[in-house]
């Protein structure tokens, strides 16, 4: 999601936790999504829901974002439009990921967006990353070794490979996000709801393709008070609800606590997985799983140290 950067006071204490509260929430949701989406889809199933999805908050935010999304230029449209491509494709990857490994798995391998980003990011602008980031990228692909190896040395899952493509092509939406000037100043609300359609346009027509599952309305009839409980919880709360939290919080709170909070997700990820689905690491997945955690953790204070040394 996009979310507008803004110089705010500081707040009290109080205050303070009145703000965290609602965005540890997005990312718990955020976190359980993974097990939520694994416990409704299967491998037949994936493009189908993924249009339910979306298409069931789109609406919503077409409605609510009706007069912007009529001040966005053309440009500004094809812009989003394209990013949408790009989020398709990661939606696309993260749930046949999740499909074939552990909501744990998944939630922890996708949190090296946060290391893939300032690393690619390095690149483009031929700086070289702190060592200290560097440390912290290598502790987290040892994690990611570990934590993939829990049930023994083995090859890493279909699964554990997809969910590493989905945070490499999140680290290129968040990339493209930044480089697309025809974007640059456009509403937040307006330039999700446009992403989310077109998202939702690659999902129709893959749908309609031969060999790619069952149809959505097909899923849908087929759908029980569980399931549909599941896909709600994926609409609902996942993608509106998380949405027009950041809105809300950005103009509250420092855009890095803001990301140090929505950077908790693969703990919640986590504990959902072991608490509510009943995974298992072992002691190896263990040490890996802790490790993911570290690496991004420190990886991500030593970028926003570096992108603060260079800005001062």
Known sequence: MA?????????????????????????????????AAKDITTPGTVVAVLALRFAIVLPVLAVAGQRRL??????????????GVVLSGIFLLETYGIVHTSATNAGLIIS?????????????????PRRGFLAAAGLSVLGVMLLTQGGGFTAPSAGDLLMLLAALARTVHVLAMSRIRAIRGADSLSLTTVQLGSAVAVFAVLAAVPGTGAAPWTV?????????????????????FAFVVQMWAVRRTSPSRLSLL????????????????????????????LLVLAGTTWGRRSADRGAAAVGS
Request: charged letters at 10%; hydrophobic letters at 55%.
């Open 70 to 83: 009529r001040g966005l230029t053309a440009a500004q449209w094809r812009g989003a439009g394209a990013l």
């Open 220 to 240: 849908a009839a087929g759908f029980g008070l569980r399931a549909w409980a599941g896909l709600l919880f994926l609409s609902v709360f996942c993608t509106l």
């Open 112 to 128: 090296l967006t946060m290391i893939f980003t300032p690393l690619a990011e390095a690149v483009m602008t031929r700086t070289a």
């Open 3 to 35: 979310s507008i950067a803004v110089p705010v006071p500081a707040l009290a204490p109080r205050r303070t936790w009145l703000t965290d509260l609602p965005v540890l929430l997005v990312a718990g949701v955020w976190g359980a999504s993974y097990l």
């Open 262 to 289: 929505l950077g908790t997700e693969p703990l919640w990820a986590a504990a959902v997985g072991i608490a509510i689905g009943g995974e298992h690491l072992g002691a190896v997945g263990l040490c890996g799983g």
